[in-house]
């Protein structure tokens, strides 16, 4: 798991270093990328507290990646 959230971290670092991203939404995108690695293995409370998180990110991320698009990217 520690080795998927680092992948997604440098993805979206990538991103943000070509411009794919401000940094509101880098900080959105690796966050809800890692809320939703840490689900699979999450339990109980903890479990409830990363999706709510990741429910609360998820309409930043897909705004950001409609924005991507109509940039033409």
């Known amino acids: 798991v520690a080795g998927r959230e ?6 979206a670092m ?3 270093a070509k411009g794919d991203l401000d940094a509101d939404e880098f900080c959105a995108v690796a ?15 903890t479990a ?3 999706e709510k998180r ?3 990110l998820q ?9 991507g698009a109509r940039k033409g990217e």
Not at 31 to 45: D, K, P
Not at 59 to 67: D, H, I, L
């Open 14 to 16: 990538i991103q943000w």
């Open 31 to 45: 966050v809800y990328g890692m809320c939703l690695l840490l689900l699979g293995i999450a339990r109980g409370q």
């Open 6 to 11: 680092y992948g997604h971290y440098v993805q």
């Open 54 to 56: 990741a429910r609360e």
């Open 48 to 50: 409830r507290a990363l």
């Open 59 to 67: 309409s930043r991320v897909s705004a950001g990646r409609a924005a």
